[in-house]
Each structure stands twice: as structure tokens, then as C-alpha cells.
């Protein structure tokens, strides 16, 4: 039997939630879970360089997105210069989705069948095809540390039959990826459950994809645009359905509350475009709220964004300097704030593993979320 | 009488041809001339921060534009911010311009006459109104090292007596400049030789300036869109009517052959938007001529995009990489272009300068001409 690329440690159980400490032993390097990634869709994290990423941000893992890289600038390429790492100049981990997410939320543009899915590019119109056996092909090239099988994630409010239908799909389709993917010495292939908002579809999900033994395991289809009551509700059902010993990934959560229920329900890894996005549109995400940058009430602002942040824009900037670069429209705005977000983010899960270490997880959610003005 | 804010130091003349290395002691610290200013417009060198600006491309003096900054965020708020220094976070020196460029640039939006010029603000419509005293008195407040005084620069082509009514309003309008600033221990102000093409007037503007003793002079109205040769011609004939021993600065220039011919000339600073607008559009400067990223030429150039650069850009990317950025209009693109075209032309002034030290300035350009690929 083959060596796994992945390792995972488990350093410590909370005694009062699910949550635990754990360490993702990966082909490049360690990490601390429960941790955030950050998402470089298209080989770059938006207005970062990766020592940015990794000296001011301290992320060890980010994204990649294999829909995007499979169009531009195409996994082929990407396989020539080396892989994902070497291209983009990127010697931490990186984790690739499986495409499916970016092509189901095409909406009219695709066409699902059993063999796969044929959609239109959003580039340039032209007809692509991905399978299970390209999205494995497609993520073989980019060299990824963890790869996730081809899935289906049906959207919010979609009737019962046809999620029970799409997770059963999604199912039979892991089970082709984990065949056609044969580098697990390098690369870690993850199962994603999906079975949408009925508990019984997501058991049947879990308990099948176990079954195929993956060395970690995705929660897709949650954080779909559900209120936030029926995100906490399904999140808790599903998480212990997966096998403890194994890490747990919970696809596109990055609010800091939603960052810190995902711990509490079992979470070890999570990832989110919204640091980078927000960042880009002038708000900052700080221990006292969200801030938009563009408001006049920052005009005279000459104190730092965040008292209780350890960035570079934080120790260098005034709120004031940030609302200039966005009223003028210049780079260094989102540059600014993309740093402070994705550091924030990092930070509040340096927090999170304190708060677990320590044994008060649920006392760092109340003071959290009285300090940053959160409704529980 | 009070001590000056800048001292020049003359450390070479070349026996050949009219340049010099020299020293700029100014408050924020010794720059070595020749030297090449990056521009930052709006408080801040486009897409770059301080850091980079220092530790990559090893500037040490960045230009400011009184025009942008007195509209946006205006010059008392940065006052109340402690300065532009300390408003973006940058220890170097700063030479502001004098709004006067700017201003005319607007044509129709503005009436000149004696007093100053009225002008509609681009970025909301409303009536602004600059005078000498005006520039001054917003320059002082953003406290840059080198202030210009308020010129006026007639476009390329006016007549003998467009030309020779506004240098002599320009001197003026110095001579208003000077007896308006104050603080000359903290500020040194430049007066600016105005003159177009018409030789005997660039004497004059010289000859009239000089007799105000200022502690530096800049050479305005060239490189506004005359043939290279015009260019050589007027820069020649006008930079040694400026004194010796004071600093000659020419404002707007920054291709490398003009670069190289203005050192030659005899001019110790030179400014220009050029490498952060093209870096933007996607153009590198290299050794090797300019290159466009967004050639298809440049998918598969798994190489730096200038093997004679030691710019972060160069030690870690390929012109495959920075060409995919562009295509997916990724803002690390016009990062990584504008680290790279601005270390290209501080580089180049260190070997311009380190030429001028070992006497060989006219092969140093026959040398750069022939590998760029520059018809003389």
C-alpha cells in the first residue's frame, strides 16, 4: 500500500463541543487546524503576492480553482510550468476544488448526465466537458496537495428528490475519481458529502462516502444562502457523521461567526472568497465589526482599522490614508485591506485553537461576539 | 541667514560630456544623482507600497502631485494628518511638482492671469483657483523636502509670443514663489526654466532665474511631445545655463534613452509616470527593449522577463505567469510589472552613475542603444 500524502494528527478533543486541535501533515509543510485558507482562484490571491501570504497573513494552505485554471490559462500549461506551486510561485500547500461548484453555478450554461457535465466557458462561450475523470486529470496537473472528487452541489431550496438524486450522482462520481486518481503518495483526494438540507440524504451521503475511505472528507452544499439557524442546524448534524479520525473540510465559510460555529461543530478546515472580495470593495472585517472604508465618517480617521490586529496595514496605516486610496481608486486600497482581511481571518483561528487548547471555545464565541456586535 | 534644507555635492564631472555625480543631502536622507524619481500621484506610487518602493526598487525620493492632492484629500487634511510622509507611510524624500503642469493640462477648464489660474477640479466640476502663493502654501502644508515654484508650461508648438508672455509671467510668478515660502531649512523650492523651444528665451528664464538663487532648478516645457532630436537639442542648449553647482532637475522624462541622454546633458533628477502606466497596460522594460505581456507570444515563455534584473519580479516569475495575469486581469500583473519597470529604471541610473565614476558614459550608452535594439 501506497503512503498517503496526508497525515492527520489529532492533538486534542474539546471536552464540551466537537471541536478539536489538530495538524495536517502535508507534502508542503505542517498546519495548525482548525485553519482558514485563503482562495486563489486564478493561480494568484487577489492583490497578494505569496510572501505576503506568508510572512505578513501567516497562511500555510490556499485555494486554487480547478474550473478557472481548466480555462485559463488550462491545466496543461500549468503541468509544463511545473505545476500550480512552481507557476505561481507558491511553496506552501495548496488545495484544488473539483470544478464542480464553478459548473453547476452556471445555471443554463450546462448540462448534467451521468458521464459528466458539458457547459459553456463564461470566457469565451466555446464548449467544455468536465467528468470525474478530467476534474481528477485536471487536478493530477496542477499538482494540488489536496484534491477534491467531482460533485454535484444543488442549490438552496431544490426539492428532495432532486438532491437525494444529485447526492446519489455525486456518490457514484467520488467513487470514479478515487479510481482514476492514482498519486496518492502526493496528492490527498477528498469525498465531499452533499444531501442539501435533509438529514437523511446526508447520512446516507457520509455513510457512503465513508465507505470509500478517502483521507478526508468536504461538507459541500452548506452556506448556500440558508439562514443562519439552518446553516448552525445542518452543519451540526453533518459534521460527527464523518469519520473522527479524519480531517473535515466545510466548502465557502469565511464570516468570522460562521468561522467559529464551524469549529465548535467539528470543523478543521474552512475556506472563503470574502476576505479578498470584501477587501476589494473597501470593507474591512475587525474585532469591532465590519467596516466600509468608502463612508466620509472615515475622512479624519487617523487611528489604525483595527487596535487588536497585528498586520502590516494595521501597524503602517490610518483608516483615514484607506479611505483616500478608495475615494481616488487606487491599488493599494484593496491591496491594504486584502492584507488586513486574510490576516484577520488567519488570526482569529490562531484564536479559535487557543480558545480549544485552553478548554473556553464556547466563552471566546460570547466575547467574540459581544465585542464584534454580533446577534447570537 | 537660515540653513538650507538641501546641500548638492558635486563628487565627479565627467571630462567628456557635461554630467556629474552628486549627492542630494536632504532631510530625509542622501540621494546619489543621477536619479530617477517614481511618481506617486495621489499619496501613493500606483500599486506599490513603501516598503516595496524601498526594499525593491531601492528608491529614495518619490514625487508628489499638488494638483491631485490639493482636490483630493486636499492639502489641510493631510497637514492634519503630519504631513504626506506620514499620511503614506514613507520615510524617503518627496519632491511635489508644482500644480502648474496639471492645471494648463486642462485647457479649456481653465483661464489663466496674472494672479493665477482658475480652473474647474476634474473630479467634481467645482471652481478652484491656484496662485504662486496658493502652490506654496500647499506644499508647505504637505511638508514635501523639494517644492517647485508655480510655473506655467506652454504646450508644444505655441508661438514666439505665447511662449515668451508665460516664461516671463513664470519668472514672476518665481520670484512670488520664493518671497511666499518660508521654510526654507525644511523645503528647498526649485525655480523652473521655462522657455519652449525658442532658445534665446531659455536664456532668459535661465539667466533671470538664476538671479533669484534658488537652491535648485528644474527644466520645464520638454518632452511634450517633440521629435527626439528637438529634445536633445533644446535639453543641451539649456541645461548649461543653469548654475553649476545647484541641482538641475528635468520634470516628465523617463524612457531610458532620454534618461541616459539627459545624464549626458548634464541633469542630476528626472521623474516620470511611465514605468507605473505602462506596468499597469502591461509593458516591461527590459535590457532587451520593451515587451508587451499580453503577446500571445509570451504563453509558454517559461523565463524572466529580463535576465539582467535582480527585481523580485525577475528572481520569481515568468513571462508566462505575468502574462496570464493580465489575460485574467488579475491586479498581482500590474504589481509584479510595476516593481519590475520601476527597479529597471533606478538600475539604470546606478549604472549610468557607475559610468559616469569610470569615465565610459558614451559606451555605457552605445553599449545599452545596441542591446535594447534603439536606433541612435
Given at each position: 500500500?501506497?503512503?498517503?500524502?496526508?497525515?492527520?494528527?489529532?492533538?486534542?478533543?474539546?471536552?464540551?463541543?466537537?471541536?478539536?486541535?489538530?495538524?495536517?501533515?502535508?507534502?508542503?509543510?505542517?498546519?495548525?487546524?482548525?485553519?482558514?485558507?485563503?482562495?486563489?482562484?486564478?493561480?494568484?490571491?487577489?492583490?497578494?503576492?505569496?510572501?505576503?501570504?506568508?510572512?505578513?497573513?501567516?497562511?500555510?494552505?490556499?485555494?486554487?480553482?480547478?474550473?478557472?485554471?481548466?480555462?485559463?490559462?488550462?491545466?496543461?500549461?500549468?503541468?509544463?510550468?511545473?505545476?500550480?506551486?512552481?507557476?505561481?510561485?507558491?511553496?506552501?500547500?495548496?488545495?484544488?476544488?473539483?470544478?464542480?461548484?464553478?459548473?453547476?453555478?452556471?445555471?443554463?450554461?450546462?448540462?448534467?448526465?451521468?458521464?459528466?457535465?458539458?457547459?459553456?466557458?463564461?470566457?469565451?462561450?466555446?464548449?467544455?466537458?468536465?467528468?470525474?475523470?478530467?476534474?481528477?486529470?485536471?487536478?493530477?496537473?496542477?499538482?494540488?496537495?489536496?484534491?477534491?472528487?467531482?460533485?454535484?452541489?444543488?442549490?438552496?431550496?431544490?426539492?428532495?428528490?432532486?438532491?437525494?438524486?444529485?447526492?446519489?450522482?455525486?456518490?457514484?462520481?467520488?467513487?470514479?475519481?478515487?479510481?482514476?486518481?492514482?498519486?496518492?503518495?502526493?496528492?490527498?483526494?477528498?469525498?465531499?458529502?452533499?444531501?442539501?438540507?435533509?438529514?437523511?440524504?446526508?447520512?446516507?451521503?457520509?455513510?457512503?462516502?465513508?465507505?470509500?475511505?478517502?483521507?478526508?472528507?468536504?461538507?459541500?452544499?452548506?452556506?448556500?444562502?440558508?439562514?443562519?439557524?439552518?446553516?448552525?442546524?445542518?452543519?451540526?448534524?453533518?459534521?460527527?457523521?464523518?469519520?473522527?479520525?479524519?480531517?473535515?473540510?466545510?466548502?465557502?465559510?469565511?464570516?468570522?461567526?460562521?468561522?467559529?460555529?464551524?469549529?465548535?461543530?467539528?470543523?478543521?478546515?474552512?475556506?472563503?472568497?470574502?476576505?479578498?472580495?470584501?477587501?476589494?470593495?473597501?470593507?474591512?472585517?475587525?474585532?469591532?465589526?465590519?467596516?466600509?472604508?468608502?463612508?466620509?465618517?472615515?475622512?479624519?480617521?487617523?487611528?489604525?482599522?483595527?487596535?487588536?490586529?497585528?498586520?502590516?496595514?494595521?501597524k503602517n496605516y490610518t483608516k483615514a490614508y484607506i479611505h483616500h486610496l478608495f475615494k481616488a481608486k487606487e491599488i493599494l486600497g484593496a491591496r491594504l485591506l486584502s492584507i488586513h482581511n486574510l490576516r484577520f481571518l488567519v488570526h482569529l483561528m490562531e484564536d479559535i485553537r487557543t480558545a480549544i487548547q485552553e478548554e473556553r471555545l464556547l466563552e471566546f464565541r460570547e466575547e467574540f461576539?459581544?465585542?464584534?456586535?454580533?446577534?447570537?
Open positions: 500500500m501506497k503512503k498517503e500524502a496526508l497525515r492527520f494528527e489529532i492533538k486534542k478533543v474539546d471536552p464540551r463541543t466537537n471541536a478539536r486541535l489538530g495538524v495536517l501533515h502535508l507534502p508542503h509543510g505542517d498546519i495548525e487546524t482548525p485553519v482558514f485558507m485563503p482562495v486563489g482562484t486564478q493561480a494568484t490571491v487577489k492583490a497578494m503576492t505569496p510572501d505576503e501570504l506568508k510572512n505578513e497573513v501567516k497562511a500555510k494552505i490556499i485555494l486554487g480553482n480547478t474550473y478557472h485554471l481548466f480555462l485559463r490559462p488550462g491545466h496543461e500549461l500549468i503541468k509544463e510550468a511545473g505545476g500550480l506551486h512552481q507557476f505561481m510561485n507558491w511553496d506552501g500547500n495548496i488545495l484544488t476544488d473539483s470544478g464542480g461548484f464553478q459548473v453547476f453555478s452556471l445555471g443554463a450554461l450546462r448540462k448534467i448526465t451521468e458521464e459528466g457535465v458539458e457547459f459553456r466557458s463564461h470566457i469565451d462561450g466555446t464548449k467544455k466537458f468536465i467528468s470525474p475523470e478530467k476534474s481528477m486529470e485536471i487536478q493530477n496537473a496542477l499538482g494540488s496537495d489536496i484534491m477534491m472528487a467531482f460533485d454535484e452541489c444543488a442549490p438552496y431550496g431544490a426539492s428532495y428528490a432532486y438532491v437525494k438524486n444529485s447526492m446519489e450522482r455525486t456518490t457514484r462520481w467520488a467513487k470514479r475519481c478515487k479510481e482514476y486518481h492514482q498519486a496518492v503518495e502526493k496528492q490527498a483526494l477528498f469525498g465531499i458529502v452533499q444531501g442539501g438540507f435533509y438529514k437523511d440524504l446526508r447520512e446516507k451521503s457520509a455513510n457512503d462516502l465513508t465507505k470509500l475511505d478517502f483521507p478526508g472528507y468536504a461538507i459541500g452544499g452548506i452556506s448556500v444562502g440558508e439562514p443562519k439557524e439552518e446553516f448552525i442546524d445542518i452543519l451540526r448534524y453533518t459534521a460527527p457523521l464523518l469519520p473522527q479520525e479524519k480531517p473535515r473540510y466545510l466548502m465557502g465559510v469565511g464570516s468570522p461567526d460562521y468561522l467559529i460555529e464551524s469549529a465548535i461543530a467539528g470543523i478543521d478546515m474552512c475556506d472563503c472568497v470574502l476576505p479578498t472580495r470584501m477587501a476589494r470593495n473597501g470593507t474591512a472585517l475587525t474585532h469591532y465589526g465590519r467596516l466600509n472604508l468608502l463612508n466620509a465618517k472615515h475622512i479624519h480617521a487617523f487611528e489604525t482599522l483595527d487596535q487588536d490586529c497585528d498586520c502590516y496595514t494595521c461576539y459581544e465585542k464584534y456586535g454580533y446577534k447570537k
